[in-house]
């Protein structure tokens, strides 16, 4: 079935830098969600991305779909120690709620 | 309910015994679906209901695993005969249509 690969499966940054995790599908994706789960919790929406090319900022978030509905992309600008956690990217194939989840990406801050 | 309500929230239990899983989705979501998280994981999917439809259980590991939910209410997912290779995080989700997830805190479980 389709799948979503995400990377990096690891990042450590100092606080105030920058992060960025991506999400790539070998195959054209209807849409693709955004969830965030702190250490000891348990995932919570972000953000849903519908349209080809679109970019959607919450604060210090800001998430791209690509062109070609093929990846996707958030970026996190001057990261604080309350962004740690894991992000995942999901999606849902056409004319199904069921959401397939990338491996996710772990940040840590170091204040 | 205001969110989607996990019982128990901790549980050990021994190997070979079985053990039930409990979710109460948000009120009027339609949509229900259960995820393993194995600790420092991704998630699984394990099944999917939808309304009256037949659910979606394409990802249960074995027929060790079973769920039920009656009407668009609460589920429960039953491990029988459970392995050390169980012990996880199950996480509940409940959704309307378009698949957003408003997940529950998760039912840790732990097999000895």
Known sequence: GQQVMQIPQYQHVQEGEDFTTYCNSSTTLSNIQWYKQRPGGHPVFLIQLVKSGEVKKQKRLTFQFGEAKKNSSLHITATQTTDVGTYFCAFSGAGSYQLTFGKGTKLSVIP | ?112
């Open chain 2, 1 to 112: 309910g205001a969110g989607v309500s996990q019982s128990p929230s901790n549980k050990v239990t021994e190997k070979g015994k079985d053990v039930e899983l409990r979710c109460d989705p948000i009120s009027g979501h339609t949509a229900l679906y259960w995820y393993r998280q194995r600790l420092g994981q991704g998630l699984e999917f394990l099944i999917y209901f939808q309304g009256n439809s037949a659910p979606d259980k394409s990802g249960l590991p074995s027929d060790r695993f079973s769920a039920e939910r009656t009407g668009e209410s609460v589920s429960t997912l039953t491990i029988q005969r459970t392995q050390q290779e169980d012990s996880a995080v199950y996480l509940c989700a409940s959704s309307l249509a378009q698949g957003v997830y408003t997940f529950g805190s998760g039912t840790r479980l732990t097999v000895v």
